[in-house]
């Protein structure tokens, strides 16, 4: 039996995870695709939400705020790319500067430190490229980009090394009470545990009434987002908002991490919970609304498109907590935007309420450094050389388009939580996020899965079940 069995790899199962391990306790993660970051946690914007718009004193407010404030640390801890690039909410419209200043408002009540009120021409003096039609923003230096697979990738990593359990491939069919906790039913095997916890993402309201007859609902909200190749990246230097709506905050136009300019996203709630689908419906709709933040959109230089859903509560708020009528289960649930940026500061509070229940000795022998894949197109030459004289494989080049190398793909593959698909390389490597998409470099990638992994190349997968490359 588990002490506690996580339900879910995304970044929050994940962050929850890392902090549990923490203690002397065993823990495991089950998660029904093939990888960690597989669902909302591998299609969302980067972005480290400063936490002015969450309405304060509600939990978003609190976890994003806490969250925005432990990255930089966790960041340098897991050997993560993060900065600080801050972020804009712009106003095109007089009757808009009454929600501007609301934002203000609330930022200050949730502690977010350094925002500023600015004048249409003041905002262009700090980014030159948005709409002259801009009057008013809202200027928050304590925003932040990351990537959203490397935080993902790197907390599981770093829980693994402490000790947790992963099972992948392993959906969750029933869970039942027992005298000692749960038993949990997946598509593999049961396993028991002490306590349960809910990180399922669209699919945690599935989860939770499995044990619980309190009443919840996670709705689908699908978002398309454009991402457009490196050469106009540096188009914009902050992440631009525009004034949120009911349906979130709307499209946003910001720089990646990696250096990319992305776009996006839309906002449409459906049943289908699976439904990652792109359409011509929403390409038009983020061109339309991003021309009203940009002077200029560009539409030649689109690399791909992607869509992917977040799991908004109709209560519009994280539900964090113990089911009143199943001790010993809890749910994190509802954890749409903010979550990314959220995730540590969850990660941390659920370990807590772990501990107000039944308190566990802290592990002496806790890692909490994790050292990430070296991107050799990011090191200096001298550093690229000391790579490659200790393995030759780290100057052969598999992607051309993001120049990664042979030894980060073996590394990718080898090290904790190995990747096993060809996205699964993409995700810790950048090894098809290029400008051709994988067109060169998938051939090489599946030649070095199935060496490593000693299977035929006809069953190399793309990201899991039935998404085979070579029939």
Request: aromatic share 6%; charged share 25%.
């Amino acid at each position: 039996m588990y002490d506690v069995a996580v339900i879910g790899a995304g970044v929050v199962g994940c962050a929850i995870a890392r902090e549990l391990s923490r203690y002397e306790r065993s823990v495991v993660v089950l998660e029904r695709a093939s990888d960690v970051c597989e669902g909302t946690s591998k299609a969302n914007s980067g972005i480290v939400h400063a936490g002015f718009d969450a309405i304060p004193k509600s939990m978003k407010a609190r976890m994003n705020v806490s969250g925005n404030e432990k990255m930089e640390q966790l960041s340098k801890e897991l050997d993560i790319p993060f900065r600080r690039n801050g972020s804009m909410v712009i106003c095109m419209e007089e009757s808009g500067r009454t929600k501007l200043e609301q934002l203000y408002e609330y930022g200050q009540e949730n502690g977010v430190k350094g925002l500023r009120l600015l004048t249409g021409d003041q905002a262009r003096e700090l980014e030159s490229g948005i709409s002259k039609n801009v009057i008013a923003a809202l200027y928050a230096p304590s925003g932040g980009i990351v990537c959203p697979f490397e935080l993902t990738i790197a907390l599981a990593e770093n829980a693994n090394v402490n000790g947790v359990d992963f099972f992948f491939d392993t959906e969750v069919t029933g869970i039942e009470k027992t005298e000692g906790g749960y038993l949990v039913q997946t598509s593999t095997e049961n396993y028991t545990a002490k306590y349960v916890i809910n990180a399922a993402g669209v699919y945690a309201d599935k989860i939770h009434h499995m044990v619980s007859k309190t009443p919840m609902e996670i709705v689908a909200r699908k978002g398309e987002y454009c991402l457009y190749d490196k050469q106009i990246g540096t188009m914009v230097d902050s992440t631009i908002f525009q004034l949120p709506t009911k349906n979130g905050k709307g499209v946003l136009v910001t720089p990646t991490i990696h250096g990319n300019l992305l776009l996006g996203p839309t906002a449409t709630d459906i049943e289908d919970k699976e439904g990652i689908d792109t359409t011509a419906d929403g390409f038009a709709a983020i061109m339309e609304k991003a021309a009203l933040s940009l002077d200029t959109v560009p539409r030649g230089q689109i690399i791909t498109s992607f869509a992917g859903l977040r799991a908004h509560s109709v209560k519009d708020d994280f539900i964090i907590g113990e089911a009143t009528d199943a001790e010993g289960f809890f749910d994190v649930a509802g954890i749409e935007s903010p979550g990314l940026t959220s995730a540590p500061a969850i990660g941390e509070y659920v370990a807590e309420l772990l501990q107000r229940k039944d308190p566990a000795a802290q592990k002496h022998t806790f890692i909490s450094k994790r050292e990430g894949i070296p991107h050799m197109s990011e090191l200096s030459e001298e550093e690229k050389q000391a790579w490659i004289q200790k393995d030759s494989s780290y100057a052969a080049v598999v992607c051309r388009c993001e120049m990664v190398t042979e030894g980060e793909i073996l590394n990718a593959i080898h090290r904790p939580l190995g990747a096993k698909t060809i996205d699964g390389i993409k995700r810790r490597t950048r090894a098809g996020m290029g400008r051709c998409q994988a067109g060169f470099c998938t051939p090489k990638t599946m030649e070095l899965l199935a060496r490593e992994w000693n299977i035929k190349i006809e069953d190399v997968v793309k990201s899991g079940r039935n998404s085979h490359v070579l029939l």
